[in-house]
């Protein structure tokens, strides 16, 4: 059975930082394209950062400069290094885990980060 399991959320005041961290289980994420996504509440979840199994990142413009994703496959676990957050970065944050052929995909519980002073 396979587990995204994320932490490191809370309450941060504006321009402070988190580091959310996915611990994975079941899988090995060497072979699997990771990726971070944000839902406000009564928006869609979309996409924040993504990093390939040959670690290529990619970021929403939102986030660029500001959040860096990264993987430890040795580890099996996927982080997202948020700086300078601001109030609309509030959101629920959630890692998940997708692969192409075959095609599988993961989603973890989500972390709830709140930016607020």
């Known amino acids: 059975q396979v587990h995204l399991v994320e932490s490191g959320g809370g309450l941060v005041q504006p321009g402070g930082s988190l580091r959310l961290s996915c611990v994975v289980s079941?899988?090995?994420?060497?072979?699997?394209?990771m990726g971070w996504y944000h839902q406000a509440p009564g928006k869609q979840r979309v996409l924040v950062a993504g990093?390939?199994?040959?670690?290529?990142?990619n970021y929403a413009d939102s986030v660029k400069g500001r959040f860096t994703i990264s993987r430890d496959n040795a580890k099996n676990t996927v982080y997202l290094q948020m700086n300078t957050l601001k109030p609309e970065d509030t959101a629920v944050y959630y890692c998940?885990?997708?692969?192409?052929?075959?095609?599988?995909?993961?989603w973890g519980q989500g972390t709830q980060v709140t930016v607020s002073s």
């Open positions: 998940h885990s997708y692969r192409t052929y075959p095609a599988r995909d993961y």
């Open positions: 990093i390939t199994s040959g670690g290529t990142t």
């Open positions: 079941g899988i090995s994420i060497s072979i699997y394209n």
